[in-house]
């Protein structure tokens, strides 16, 4: 027993693995228990045993594994992880359990493999059980068999796919064990009771003995439905519902809903397998097929029928045989071959289904001819075959060819077309059988009706009966109103009896009714194909319903006589009876008129009528027009009336005011009576006559209005048109044709008959008179709103002069909609007779194609030119293309009969010569354009071709195949591409190309679908094996199209697809279908698609009559008024709200207007920020384009989908303008209350807003900017600050609308631009602005300059980025503008800069021509506003401005975040700007905005000792500088520690805990620095500070020099802070600094300036006296040599040699200073040997050149100690030694070697080594000497030619005094004389001066400070220091202006004149003395009065500028002021 205690200690699941049998057990058994008690289904516990399972179904003891199973069983029923071992335990089963002696083993097998079908994975256990059938052991088989069974029973045929299960049951049934068979049996038993029929056909070839045991079982088999009776784990509902009904009481009857749910789905046709035949023909069977003899022939089509006889035959190419078969039918004088002909045909369309739809076109005509045969058999073989086909394609496709036939003069054919018809309507639903087939297949039946022959007759009521019964009453009845009563009675009869045949099988007519798509079986044909298709049209019928637009539903009370209105009136009114016989009322006898006339008005009236006296007249009008007004609508007698008027004098009235009443009385008849056209006709031809008066014009117009409402518009206007048009007045023709546009306007395009219109519109076009042409063309432009651009082709032959205007009369009204009608509708509102106008608007479209005259190109393509086209020659073939090209050239629009032409085109498309390939495709998408949308029918057998194309290697053929297919799509609509299996087996063709096109294309395509053919599943598996192609380009295609697909299929299907996939594959596919899921977009909305199902004459038709259009166009309907339940959203209307369905407020309705309740804006956490890392890294486009195209609209829509609610989603992306006004009324409305939602999807709605400004409508761009106002006010309140990624996607399209014509538009984008400025630093908006000045619209150029101009204005100079001096150049580009306000806005904006700036400004802008120099000072002069009046200016001038400047004016009162760090951005790069070579020092302080223009050394060594006498300052009352000065409180607030809530966005975040960190307050700044310091410890959010680094060092080192130049100077500071704020900048700088890759990122400058500010603090003798002090300096050495070790070494080291450079400069800087910087040089030298390979020495050459070139070896050799010298040539030394001579290739950023001795240097270092190791290279030897050689024997004068020109040059002129400096030290003899010669006075002293300067600085003699401050020796009045003292206290804060309020006035303290020599460039310096500068005066100014010391406002406040020497003149002047107050 020892060891069995061992393993009872083991954990359960390694007992489960022991290998003692006991120990399993009872691992099993304890197993069990645990997954029992187990709760939580995603419990870690499970994946411990995902392994094991299996081995507890294979245990090899029975016992054991008896236990095994039940505890695997429980595992399944509850892991969540189980369905991961279905495939390893099902096979375990299959193999190791269904072998098992024991039952109950078997039985727990087969529980298991049922529970994993539960879980979801019933194809893989089908996959193993069918498996299984293969073993050789009969157990096996069985067992599988019976589980099989088993799930089918209780899973049902939904669950259990039958198809691979039917396959295998004949291999079965013919086993040799009994056992199987039994169970086979028994099987098959269960899958009849599901599918019933559809098992006969597989089953039909086994043993006649078994099949007839079947038949007996199958008998027994009860009829009721079979149900599911267990369920998926994702079907619980229906669980829960099954169990109800079982409660209630039993299932006998589940109810509708679940009848639908288990009706099977299975066809026979689908478990058939394919049987190609193409191959089997008799190889002679075309040659028999013509032969003469017809037993030979015979013979040929015997051979087919018997294979046609195959129930499914595989696709392939058959048009050659239905081509022969064809000619039999149509041709054959043998009727018996007709016949048999016919046979083979409705065989090949019963095998083959859909995929024969391709032919059907060719083959119907003939069969339809053929009818005239009166053979009985010959008869019903053409009926059979003709239905048979027309299951294969659809009524739509086939109408043409019907249609043409019905007028055929044989009655027989009539006849049998009739009966066709009949029999194709039974196959139709609503939906299928729309309004638009409906109406030409009733107007001709109609005539069928009327036919002499009776039994055409009859076979036309019984098609009638059967339209009548499908579509129901109200879809016919309009064509059936002029029928008389004895004829419909016999309609309804038929359709009574139709019933009978159709309703057997149906599930009741009820059910049709309502439109639903009826699953019925139809007996209509023979054979199982019957069956399917029937169901595939009910099917299909879902889609299709929503994808026919309005044509469906149609409205419910619709009496009206449509076609009864003459021209096509379908407009007439709504109502029923009466109604119709009134519009003809008989035409009554004038004295019958003027008997009811007298019954109605006075006597006197009618008396006075004809008075010669016109003022009887009048006053009789008078009368009249009373009586009309009191008269009810009954009782008014309207023909009488208007008779009355017509008579004499009638329309020839002379007196206007007479005639004026007149017209006014026929209107009012016209709207108060019952108007009939027989009274319009008595008075329209006086109206038109009298529509081109002058003075009765308005009054005629308004009474044919008024007619056109009472008697239609489309009766009206063609009346009145034609009426017109037949007199000669063009007056009256003009004014006709207007009233025409606007009439059009009100009452919508409905029922209008186009082409009456376009014969007079093209007689008006060839008017003499141009008023008319005019007219014709606005009326064409009105027309084109709502036909759209088929319009056009009817004009294309007009002349080229007309073309154009129209043209340009169409582009007016693109993008426009059709206005809604306002009237016509008023009267029949409420018989909802509206719809009828609807619909038929929704066809005008394709009505006005229909128009077009169409030719019969079918004559023209004979037997000859299809031979040439496919001639052996390609020369031949090119000529018979160039024929077709020719023949669809002259006929431009054609009939689609096209003959033999489509089979040769399609030959040509695979054409060896890819020129006629392409020239095919060109003459493919010509044919689309000339056939319109009968192109359909050519679809399979020419379009699926095309697609092919699109897999040539050539790039441009693909190009032209895609425009083709795109062309015919446009036509076609794509339902005809995506059925059938055509496009699945193009894409399974591994051709990358076509894959990746036809991918591209579906996904261009498929988003704007509605529904599409069920038969796009079919495409799925290859568009997953395209996911995992080879081609990078057909993955990504795939992908693409991957959502769209997903949109139509949904997500279940798609997943359930991957189920064929290998394992691995399906796991990567399943995790690309999840991320699809995230971007499906939705559908597309169907465009106002219940509006035809209006409540019962409830819903006022208001909303939509003239929408159709709109609808065709994609858009919804448009509201007029808003309807009151939608006072509740804001408005707004939801897709569908205006006219509800037919079950009043369907669901669907009720949940958007529940929706509508809630947020619009959802907060998804971290969304933006997600946004923003896509887009950094690619993953989406980034927001950047010149016009947006559909990708971006499309990936802003998903981006939206997530957080935006879905109605208001719908609204913004609608294709109509009013809803974007909508969306963002609704917008505007929950700004307030949604702040923070608004906030968190910002930068979509700004991206959004930017699409906006593309569209052309202005209420919307109106809509925006009131929008974008309150925002941005809205942001600017909350303190939000706009993100990098915000800005950039948003800004540059603002300012694209600043250039708009409309002065309103551009008022508002620049108020817009100003509140900008409060939530995005006015220096970021600055690059922006400028950008936009470029643009080629000048009014945008002029406005972007003034808004530059205003915030230089209000931001003073720093805005201007990059630099002051490039963006003042870019600005005085501009001067020179060919527009005259872009050259004044220019010249405003540099006056204003001069304004603020000075004088300065000129040498900023650089040189000017002449013009432009004398259009500024021009300028300035008028300007005359001296710098000193700038603030006031500025505050009278600017009112609009206040708001921002105050806003700004405290730099941390707005959100500090972005604004503080791009202070800091804004001071260091001010004092980074200037080159490096500080050589010469003469003019660089002008590049440098003046704030820190300080010297620095100058102050450091001045200790306020020095006294100066004071120049008389008495004579100025200097009485204010003795008044206490109050010092302004520092305007820094506290940083709150819970900076994450106030800032969202990290980035903005990490700025401003930046900015915090360089505070004068050490609290705050401690508190960021630990903050930081975090951050930086925390490695999963240390790369948050990546782009951060250089910000944060500024910050450090500017808070080093604070406490370096004010806090430790401070006495009232405790000293332990000032070492607590050390320790939390080193230690956070040291944090920094382990991190390498963020301290790879700090750049050299900053590190310069970080190494300055770290030796400096290490020499500061001050720390050393400090308590822990030597701590301080031993960890700042600890820092100092990580950041040698950890920064990127190229920075560290060129930072090092700068600051060397610097130091051995300032005279002022201790040698022990330089002494450091050396120290680490030789420290980064000893690193040198591993980072070599890591630096970049072309660099680190350059910097040594300069160097050199500053300190040239005699001046290093000078120094005191000999330290520099050394570190020189022990850094170049090293880097020979480790480079060899490559070291020599690495002076490519030396512009000119000569200038130092670096070069010479290393040669000799190189040659010198080769010496030493004894390999001298004599070619190093060479060069080194050519090189010295090279510079003694230059030529001076060119030498001295590049000086000088540096010299002029302005950026290099610096260098060049250097230069020439160094080379007259250098040949002291030369002369320089010849060059200044020639030069002016000016420039020959500025050379003299930059001369002397350099040399004193150079020789080292200090500064010399004139005590005047101006270098001209002029005398300097005491006036210039008080102004400077005054700007000094403005600065400080002690003037009342606000320190923003004022420019840097510094334009006052010199000319720009040479700076003398103190004027040091130094930056670092100058930085280091303004913080020192502005503590000094600070502390002296404290000290006067009493005034406590804020620390904070050194560094926020800019301290004046000068040159230094006045700084010294100024301090002086301070320290007497100070020392006289004491």
């Known amino acids: 027993m020892g060891d069995d205690s061992e393993w009872m200690k083991l954990p359960i699941d390694q007992k489960c693995e022991h290998k003692l049998w006991k120990a399993r057990l009872n691992g099993y058994e304890e197993a069990l228990k645990l997954f029992q008690k187990i709760d939580d289904e995603k419990s870690p516990e499970w994946s411990k045993y995902l392994g094991l399972i299996k081995k507890f179904v294979t245990d090899s003891n029975a016992v054991a594994q008896l236990k095994g199973l039940e505890a695997a069983l429980a595992y399944v029923e509850n892991a969540h992880v189980a369905g991961k071992t279905t495939g390893e335990v099902a096979s375990g089963v299959v193999n190791k359990v269904f072998n098992q002696p024991k039952a109950r083993a078997k039985e727990l097998g087969l529980d298991i493999c049922l529970m994993y079908i539960e879980i979801e994975k019933g194809e893989a256990i089908q996959e193993e059980l069918l498996k299984g059938l293969d073993n050789k052991n009969p157990k096996i088989i069985v067992a599988c068999i019976e589980t099989l069974r088993k799930a089918l029973s209780e899973f049902g045929s939904k669950i259990i796919s039958l198809k691979p299960i039917i396959k295998v049951l004949p291999k079965l049934f013919e086993s040799r064990e009994k056992a199987v068979r039994d169970e086979a049996k028994l099987l098959a038993v269960e899958i009849y009771r599901w599918i019933r029929d559809a098992l006969r056909p597989p089953l039909q070839n086994i043993n006649s003995v078994q099949l007839k045991e079947l038949e007996e079982e199958w008998i027994k088999v009860s009829s009721a439905v079979p149900r599911q009776t267990r369920f998926l784990r994702s079907q619980q509902e229906l669980k829960a519902k099954f169990e109800q009904q079982q409660a209630v009481g039993g299932d006998a009857d589940g109810g509708g809903d679940d009848e639908e749910e288990t009706v099977p789905q299975v066809d026979a046709y689908e478990l058939l397998e394919a049987v190609e035949i193409l191959s089997k023909l008799p190889k002679d069977f075309y040659e028999k097929i013509e032969a003469k003899k017809w037993q030979e022939r015979k013979e040929a089509l015997e051979a087919v029928e018997l294979l046609v006889k195959n129930p499914k035959l595989e696709s392939g190419d058959y048009a050659d045989l239905v081509k022969v078969l064809k000619k039999v039918v149509g041709k054959d004088t043998n009727v018996m071959l007709v016949a048999l002909a016919a046979k083979c045909l409705a065989g090949l369309a019963t095998g083959l289904r859909k995929?024969?739809?391709?032919?059907?076109?060719?083959?119907v005509p003939t069969i339809l001819e053929k009818f005239k045969e009166k053979k009985p058999q010959v008869v019903q073989a053409l009926q059979e075959a003709i239905d048979a086909i027309f299951l294969t394609t659809t009524l739509q496709n086939l109408s043409e060819d019907i249609l043409a036939v019905m007028d055929n003069k044989n009655p027989t054919i009539k006849q049998q077309t009739s009966l066709f018809i009949a029999r194709s309507f039974r196959h139709c639903t609503p939906s299928t059988l729309p309004k638009s087939l409906l109406k030409p297949f009733c107007a001709a039946l109609l005539k069928h009706i009327n036919d002499s022959a009776p039994e055409v007759r009859d076979a036309g009521f019984e098609a009638l009966g059967t339209a009548l019964k499908v579509a129901g009453e109200k879809a016919v009845n309009p064509f059936l109103a002029d029928v008389d009563k004895l004829k419909l009675d016999r309609i309804k009869e038929c359709a009574e009896k139709v019933e009978l045949v159709y309703g057997k099988k149906t599930g009741g007519a009820a059910e049709k009714r309502e439109g639903k798509p009826v699953a019925g079986k139809t007996a209509a044909l023979p054979g199982p194909g019957a069956d399917k298709e029937t169901k595939d049209a009910a099917t299909k019928a879902g889609p299709l319903k929503k994808a026919s637009t309005v044509k469906s539903g149609v409205p419910p009370k619709k009496g009206k006589p449509a076609t009864a209105a003459g021209a096509g009136g379908a407009g007439a009114k709504g109502k029923k009876g009466p109604e119709t016989k009134e519009i003809f009322e008989s035409e009554l006898s004038m004295e019958v008129c003027e008997e009811k006339a007298a019954a109605v008005l006075p006597a006197s009236c009618i008396q006075q009528l004809d008075s010669g006296n016109w003022k009887e007249r009048l006053a009789c009008m008078e009368e009249f027009q009373k009586a009309v007004e009191l008269m009810e609508r009954s009782e008014m007698p309207c023909q009488a009336l208007v008779r009355m008027l017509a008579k004499k004098p009638g329309w020839k009235e002379t007196n206007f005011q007479v005639m004026q009443m007149k017209l006014h009385i026929v209107a009012l008849i016209a709207q108060k009576g019952n108007f009939s056209k027989t009274s319009a006709q008595v008075v329209l031809d006086g109206l038109v006559d009298k529509v081109g008066d002058v003075k009765c014009g308005s009054n005629a117009k308004e009474a044919m209005t008024a007619i056109a409402e009472a008697c239609q518009l489309p009766w009206t206007a063609e009346q009145v048109v034609a009426m017109a048009f037949s007199q000669k007045n063009p007056k009256n023709q003009s004014e006709t044709l207007n009233w025409l546009s606007n009439a059009i306007k009100e009452f919508g395009f409905s029922g209008l008959n186009v082409k009456a219109f376009i014969s007079n519109v093209k007689t008006a076009l060839a008017a003499t008179n141009p008023a008319v042409r005019t007219s014709a063309i606005t009326l064409l432009g009105v027309m084109y709103l709502y036909v759209g651009p088929p319009l056009r082709m009817f004009f294309e032959d007009e002349k080229p002069a007309l073309l154009s205007q129209i043209d340009a009369e169409f582009e007016k009204m693109q993008g426009q909609t059709a206005p809604t009608p306002t009237r016509g509708i008023s009267r029949h509102s409420a018989g909802g007779g509206d719809d009828g106008e609807e619909e038929e608007q929704e066809e005008v479209g394709n009505d006005v194609v229909d128009l077009l005259p169409r030719t019969d190109i079918g004559d023209k393509i004979t037997a000859e030119l299809v031979s040439k086209i496919g001639d052996k020659n390609w020369k031949i073939r090119k000529e018979g293309l160039d024929e077709v090209t020719s023949i669809l050239n002259e006929a431009k629009f054609i009939h689609p009969n096209i003959g033999e032409l489509p089979?040769?085109?399609?030959?040509?498309?695979?054409?060896?010569?890819?020129?006629?390939?392409?020239?095919?495709?060109?003459?493919?998408?010509?044919?689309?354009?000339a056939m319109g949308p009968n192109i359909k029918q050519h679809v399979k057998n020419l379009g699926i071709p095309v697609i092919t194309v699109l897999g040539d290697s050539k790039n441009n053929v693909r190009a032209a195949a895609l425009a083709t297919v795109n062309a015919w799509a446009e036509q076609t609509g794509m339902k005809e591409w995506l059925e059938g299996e055509d496009l699945s087996e193009e894409l399974k063709k591994e051709n990358p190309f076509l894959r990746q096109e036809l991918l591209g294309w579906l996904a261009e395509k498929l988003p704007t679908l509605r529904s599409v053919p069920s038969d796009l599943l079919l495409c799925v598996p290859h568009l997953y094996s395209c996911l995992e192609d080879r081609n990078g380009d057909v993955r990504k295609k795939a992908q693409?199209?991957?959502?769209?697909?997903?949109?139509?299929?949904?997500?279940?299907?798609?997943?359930?697809?991957?189920?064929?996939?290998?394992?691995?594959?399906?796991?990567?596919?399943?995790?690309?279908?999840?991320?699809?899921?995230a971007n499906m977009p939705a559908k597309p909305a169907p465009p106002a698609k219940s509006s035809s199902r209006v409540v019962g004459g409830t819903a006022p038709a208001k909303f939509q009559p003239g929408s159709a259009f709109a609808d065709d166009l994609g858009s919804n309907t448009m509201e007029s008024k808003p309807d009151p339940k939608k006072a509740k959203a804001g408005g707004l209307s939801s897709k569908t709200k205006g006219v509800q369905g037919k079950k009043v407020l369907s669901k669907p309705n009720l949940k958007e207007d529940d929706d509508k309740s809630g947020p619009i804006f959802i907060i998804v956490p971290n969304g933006k920020e997600q946004r923003m890392k896509e887009e950094k890294g690619l993953k989406v486009l980034k927001w950047n384009f010149t016009t947006p195209r559909d990708e971006y609209i499309e990936q802003l829509k998903t981006q939206m989908s997530t957080c935006v609610a879905k109605w208001l989603q719908d609204e913004m992306f609608h294709a109509d303008f009013q809803h974007h006004n909508k969306a963002l009324a609704v917008m505007i409305e929950h700004l307030e209350s949604e702040k923070d939602g608004v906030i968190s999807c910002l930068d979509l709605i700004l991206k959004w807003l930017t699409l906006r400004f593309f569209d052309t409508n202005t209420s919307v761009l109106m809509k925006t900017l009131e929008y974008l106002k309150l925002l941005f006010n809205m942001l600017s309140q909350e303190e939000y600050h706009l993100t990098e990624n915000e800005a950039s996607s948003f800004i540059p399209y603002l300012i694209l609308?600043?250039?708009?014509?409309?002065?309103v538009i551009r008022k508002d984008v620049r108020a817009i631009l100003n509140r900008m400025c409060l939530i995005y630093p006015a220096s970021k908006m600055f690059p922006f602005i400028m950008e936009g000045t470029k643009s080629k619209n000048s009014k945008q150029r002029a406005e972007c300059l003034e808004e530059l101009g205003c915030l230089v204005e209000s931001y003073g100079m720093n805005v201007c980025q990059p630099t002051p001096g490039k963006a003042l150049k870019e600005m005085a580009t501009h001067i020179g503008d060919r527009d005259n306000t872009v050259r004044n806005a220019a010249l405003n904006t540099i006056v204003t800069v001069y304004n603020v700036h000075g004088d300065q400004v000129f040498k900023l802008i650089g040189n000017l021509s002449e013009k432009d120099m004398s259009m500024l000072e021009e300028r300035i002069k008028r300007s005359a506003k001296r710098p000193s009046a700038a603030p006031v200016r500025q505050a009278e001038e600017k009112p609009q401005r206040t708001q921002n400047i105050s806003a700004n004016a405290g730099m941390m009162r707005k959100g500090p975040a972005e604004d503080m760090s791009s202070k800091l951005k804004i001071m260091y790069r001010t004092y980074r700007i200037q080159n490096r070579n500080m050589g010469s020092h003469s003019e660089t302080t002008h590049t440098v905005p003046r704030e820190f223009q300080l010297d620095l050394d100058e102050i450091e060594n001045d200790n306020g000792t020095v006294r100066c006498e004071?120049?008389?300052?008495?004579?100025?009352?200097?009485?204010?500088?003795?008044?206490?000065?109050?010092?302004?409180?520092?305007?820094?607030?506290a940083v709150s520690p819970h900076f994450d809530d106030m800032h969202s966005n990290t980035a903005s975040t990490i700025n401003f805990v930046i900015s915090q960190v360089a505070s004068g307050d050490i609290n705050t700044s401690i508190q960021a620095l630990t903050q930081i310091d975090e951050v930086l410890k925390q490695e999963d959010k240390a790369e948050a500070m990546s782009g951060h680094i250089d910000q944060f060092l500024i910050a450090t080192f500017m808070q080093l020099r604070l406490i370096y130049n004010t806090h430790m100077a401070d006495e009232k500071l405790d000293k332990d802070e000032i070492v607590r704020l050390y320790s939390c900048i080193i230690g956070s700088m040291i944090t920094l600094f382990q991190i390498e890759s963020l301290a790879r990122e700090a750049s050299t400058g900053v590190l310069k300036d970080l190494m300055h500010g770290l030796i400096t603090l290490m020499l500061d003798s001050r720390v050393e006296d400090l308590e822990e002090g030597e701590q301080v300096i031993r960890s700042v050495n600890l820092l100092v040599v990580k950041v040698l070790e950890k920064s990127d070494q190229t920075n560290i080291l060129s930072a090092l040699l700068v600051l060397l450079q610097d130091s051995l400069l300032a005279t002022a800087s201790s040698p022990k200073f330089s002494e450091l910087v050396m120290k680490c040089l030789w420290r980064m030298v000893r690193l040198l040997p591993e980072t070599i390979n890591s630096i970049n020495l072309d660099r680190i050459l350059l910097d040594i050149h300069i160097f050199m070139k500053v300190f040239p070896k005699e001046k290093l050799k000078q120094c005191k100690s000999d330290f520099p010298i050394r570190t020189l040539k022990t850094l170049l030394h090293t880097l020979c030694k480790l480079k060899g001579p490559k070291i020599l290739d690495h002076l490519t950023m030396i512009d000119n070697k000569n200038e130092s001795e670096l070069e010479a240097h290393l040669c000799r270092v190189m040659k010198h080594s080769m010496d030493q190791s004894g390999k001298a290279d004599k070619d190093t030897e060479k060069g080194a000497s050519r090189i010295e050689e090279k510079a003694s024997k230059a030529k001076v004068n060119d030498i001295l030619a590049e000086i000088f020109k540096k010299i002029g040059s302005k950026e290099n002129t610096k260098e060049g005094l250097a230069e020439l400096y160094e080379y007259k030290k250098k040949y002291s003899d030369a002369d320089i004389e010849?060059?200044?010669?020639?030069?002016?006075?000016f420039f020959q002293s500025y050379v003299e001066r930059g001369l002397r300067l350099i040399e004193t600085e150079r020789e080292g003699k200090g500064r010399i400070a004139p005590s005047t401050g101006n270098t001209n020796g002029e005398e300097v009045g005491p006036s210039v220091y008080l102004e400077r003292l005054k700007i000094l206290r403005q600065r400080c804060g002690l003037d009342n202006a606000k320190q923003e309020d004022r420019p840097p006035l510094t334009s006052l303290l010199s000319k720009p004149t040479l700076p003398t020599v103190a004027s040091s460039t130094d930056m670092l310096h100058s930085k280091l003395s303004q913080l020192r500068e502005s503590r000094e005066q600070y502390q002296h100014l404290?000290?006067?009065?009493?005034?406590?010391?804020?620390?904070?406002?050194?560094?926020?406040?800019?301290?004046?500028?000068?040159?230094?020497?006045?700084i010294d003149d100024l301090k002086k002047r301070l320290e007497r002021i100070k020392s006289s107050r004491k």
Request: with cysteine.
């Open 1874 to 1881: 010849p060059f200044l010669k020639n030069s002016s006075q």
């Open 1982 to 2006: 404290d000290l006067d009065c009493n005034q406590t010391h804020s620390s904070g406002i050194g560094t926020t406040l800019a301290s004046p500028s000068s040159a230094a020497a006045n």
């Open 1297 to 1303: 609308k600043v250039g708009e014509p409309k002065d």
């Open 1510 to 1533: 004071m120049p008389a300052l008495v004579q100025h009352k200097l009485d204010d500088i003795f008044e206490p000065v109050l010092i302004p409180e520092p305007k820094i607030r």
């Open 903 to 929: 089979a040769a085109l399609k030959n040509r498309l695979n054409d060896s010569n890819k020129i006629l390939v392409q020239q095919t495709l060109s003459i493919l998408q010509q044919l689309a354009t």
């Open 355 to 363: 995929k024969f739809g391709q032919y059907a076109g060719h083959v």
């Open 1040 to 1077: 693409d199209a991957l959502p769209f697909f997903m949109m139509h299929l949904g997500f279940e299907k798609m997943a359930k697809a991957t189920g064929k996939l290998k394992p691995t594959s399906k796991d990567q596919v399943l995790a690309m279908l999840e991320k699809a899921k």
